[in-house]
């Protein structure tokens, strides 16, 4: 028996910056996927493996990915007899990589920016919530029954160590803000499961 395991999502999923990238598709209109074999999804599926649990992986994660490429293009790839489907998504929704820059790089950070983007990212999840929700309507219908999916959450961008920006005045608890935001995903996550399941 096979266990068929396919992984969606984005940069999360597909390992980006982790190395040993499968090889890219040069008419990928959305560049390059950037899937590694390091990802969290192959360790497991190679744990799974190990456990002499035979398990195959069609990966069609892709950096950069938000919920509508989710939806419009990997979803409908999810190959036939499925077993387990992995995903993160969300991330790019509210603006992962304004958040990474406005808050953490050197040169680019600042207070007032900061607070202005990770407010703008909470204000977003409600909508982050029903792209999902829809996602897993999508595969509910594709999958056969028994299948499963399992939405995996981000972890954290910032320790719980003091970090407060100051600049033209203005100071931000960027460590509070950002993990907050973490929170509020994960709970809205969980939230959507639960409904999920219950219905």
């Not at 077993?83 to 603006?95: F, H, K, P, R």
């Not at 990212?121 to 999902?132: W, Y």
């Amino acid at each position: 028996m096979t266990l068929r395991v396919a992984l969606l999502g984005d940069s999360y999923s597909s390992g980006t910056g982790a190395g040993d990238y499968e090889a890219e598709d040069p008419n990928d209109p959305g560049g390059p996927a950037y899937r590694s074999r390091n990802s969290w999804a192959h360790h497991y599926v190679n744990w799974l493996n190990g456990q002499g649990v035979h398990t195959t992986l069609t990966n069609l994660s892709h950096s950069g990915a938000t919920t509508g490429s989710v939806l419009a293009e990997q979803v409908a790839a999810v190959p036939e007899g499925t077993d387990l489907v992995m995903l993160t998504i969300g991330g790019n929704d509210v603006g992962f990589a304004a958040i990474v820059q406005k808050c953490f790089a050197l040169g680019l950070r600042s207070a007032s920016e900061c607070q202005e983007v990770v407010d703008s990212a909470s204000n977003g999840m409600a909508q982050v919530k029903e792209r999902t929700r829809a996602i897993l309507s999508a595969l509910d219908a594709k999958l056969a029954d028994g299948a499963q999916v399992v939405l995996v959450g981000y972890p954290y961008l910032a320790t719980d160590a003091s970090y407060t920006l100051r600049n033209w005045g203005k100071s931000y608890d960027a460590g509070r803000g950002v993990r907050g935001l973490t929170d509020q995903a994960t709970a809205m996550q969980s939230s959507l499961v639960q409904e999920w399941n219950a219905a």
